[in-house]
């Protein structure tokens, strides 16, 4: 947010980093949600139903944000600086749930060795875009530029392809 002429690629656009950066989307969709050891069959209906569960969050994450905004109190988050330590206090049962992008999660959970069928989605939290996030300095000019161009590479067969072989389009 403070270095001027800087461009990020496939950032999640939130209301707050709205206010400070511009964005070009949708590159792709991110679903985030709360992932749990089957073992424990938690059933959740909403945020306020993870209340007596110690919950795992990455710091600052877009994910972290969402179960925020939805209502979860920051203070009972159990917060960590990279999301493999998640991981690691949620196979170690330091951890009831965590909140993350899950396909990533289950395939890290598979990097450390543990087996993701253990582990199950228990509730859905938000949908959020990707894209190209540029600094507020970035002369809004350029910024329409890029996304005259990506709204033209999404229309492309090339795309659609891509996007249905590895995004899930």
């Known amino acids: 947010e403070e270095r001027p002429n800087v461009v990020l690629f496939n950032a999640v656009r939130s209301e707050d980093r709205s206010k400070l950066f511009q964005f070009v989307t949708p590159t792709t969709k991110i679903l985030l949600m709360v992932v749990a050891p089957k073992s424990k069959a938690i059933r959740l209906e909403s945020v306020s139903d993870m209340l007596g569960h110690r919950v795992g969050s990455l710091r600052s994450d877009i994910s972290e944000e969402a179960l925020i905004r ?100």
């Open 70 to 169: 939805a209502g979860f109190p920051e203070e009972k988050l159990q917060r960590v600086a990279t999301m493999p330590m998640n991981a690691m206090k949620l196979i170690h049962d330091r951890i009831d749930m965590v909140v993350c992008e899950p396909q990533s999660f289950f395939d890290m959970l598979g990097e450390l060795g543990e087996d993701p069928d253990l582990y199950e989605v228990v509730l859905e939290l938000d949908a959020g875009e990707c894209g190209f996030m540029f600094s507020s300095q970035v002369p809004p000019e350029l910024v329409a530029r890029f996304q005259h161009a990506l709204d033209q590479v999404r229309q492309s067969q090339e795309f659609l392809l891509l996007g249905k072989k590895y995004l899930g389009l």
